[in-house]
């Protein structure tokens, strides 16, 4: 028993060791998992959503509810869109069933989109990479969920154009609980950073629209600043938005060119903030020094 407990202590440490090929391999196996576990989430939250505001809506007009089945991350079970074939487990292997299947449904033979195992693979491909650089201690775990969450907030609001605070509160809460103790940054830098980050655009926001009459942003941008600020201090803020910025830019000034996009219709900025926090946990320190010795 004693050599027993001693080799699983060693393997624990093996596993810990930033760099170690093994721990970015199961962080990638686990990543594929939660990839399609993201899938739903990003499917069913904000249909979950409209379900209860429809349900409150009609609660305080008196009306019958017009939802009352059970809906949620697990009920019902998933199934075809088109055929409604209910999804067994072997069609639900990440990324290998999509190929075997062809990218179609079993059943009914309906295309599947591609978007499914590309968010599998981004995500196992992203956890590898977080493991391997961080290590599977606390802070490579905790970059796990930061970046898992960060993942499904940019798809829901790339097809909703909203940030749900089912997501965003959570993200900001686990920010300063794992900084208590500096896992990232010191308590007060995540506490000026969570308050620096919702102030920033809250203030950008009511400019633009005092100007223009119009919104330029939602207040889920405001709270998705707000935790990417509680996770990296508020020293890692304009980092994150310059980068945002840029890459919003850049794409919104693409689609307006290439006629996919109108100049009057809204491009959500969720996904741009959520790829510059992902890039300015790895690696912003090596961003802002560059940023300063350009500078200087």
Same mark, same amino acid.
Request: charged residues 10%; contains cysteine.
């Given at each position: 028993m004693p050599d027993l407990m001693q080799g699983l202590m060693q393997d624990y440490v093996f596993l810990t060791v930033p760099g170690t090929v093994t721990g970015a391999v199961m962080a990638g196996i686990v990543g594929l998992l939660i990839g399609s576990f993201l899938n739903v989430v990003i499917h069913r939250v904000p249909k979950m959503m409209q379900r209860e505001s429809d349900n409150y809506v009609a609660n305080e007009s008196g009306k019958p509810l017009p939802h009352t089945d059970h809906y949620n991350l697990m009920v019902p079970r998933s199934a075809c869109p088109t055929c409604g074939h209910a999804i067994s487990a072997i069609e639900n292997v990440p990324v290998l069933s999509y190929l075997a299947l062809r990218g179609k449904c079993r059943a009914c033979k309906t295309p599947i989109s591609m978007r +499914?195992?590309?968010?599998?693979?981004?995500?196992?491909?992203?956890?590898?990479? &977080?493991?391997?650089? =961080? @290590?599977?201690?606390?802070?490579?775990?905790?970059?796990?969920? =930061?970046?898992? #969450?960060?993942?499904?907030?940019?798809?829901?609001?790339?097809?909703?154009?909203?940030?749900? /605070? /089912?997501?965003?509160?959570?993200?900001?809460?686990?920010? #300063?609980?794992? %900084?208590? %103790?500096?896992? =990232?940054?010191?308590?007060?830098? *995540?506490?000026? @950073?969570?308050?620096?980050? +919702?102030?920033?655009?809250?203030?950008?926001? !009511? *400019?633009?629209?005092?100007?223009?009459?119009?919104?330029?942003?939602? $207040?889920?941008?405001?709270? &998705?600043?707000?935790?990417?600020? *509680? !996770?990296?201090?508020?020293?890692?803020?304009?980092?994150?938005? &310059?980068?945002?910025? &840029?890459?919003?830019?850049?794409?919104?000034?693409?689609?307006?060119? =290439?006629?996919?996009? @109108?100049? /009057?219709?809204?491009?959500?900025?969720?996904? $741009?903030?959520?790829?510059? @926090?992902?890039l300015a946990m790895v690696y912003g320190d090596a961003i802002t020094r560059g940023y300063l010795k350009f500078l200087a």
């Open positions: +499914y195992p590309l968010i599998e693979l981004a995500t196992g491909l992203i956890s590898a990479g &977080l493991v391997w650089h =961080f @290590g599977a201690g606390i802070s490579g775990l905790a970059t796990l969920v =930061f970046a898992w #969450l960060l993942i499904a907030m940019s798809c829901i609001d790339a097809d909703t154009q909203l940030l749900p /605070d /089912d997501l965003t509160y959570p993200l900001l809460w686990c920010g #300063l609980l794992l %900084n208590l %103790n500096a896992t =990232f940054v010191p308590l007060g830098d *995540a506490v000026i @950073g969570a308050a620096a980050g +919702y102030l920033c655009l809250w203030t950008i926001y !009511w *400019a633009f629209k005092l100007l223009t009459g119009k919104e330029g942003m939602g $207040y889920g941008d405001f709270k &998705l600043l707000a935790a990417l600020g *509680a !996770w990296l201090g508020w020293q890692m803020l304009p980092v994150v938005v &310059l980068l945002s910025s &840029l890459v919003g830019a850049t794409v919104g000034i693409a689609l307006i060119v =290439f006629r996919k996009h @109108g100049r /009057d219709n809204p491009i959500p900025f969720g996904p $741009y903030l959520a790829a510059a @926090g992902l």
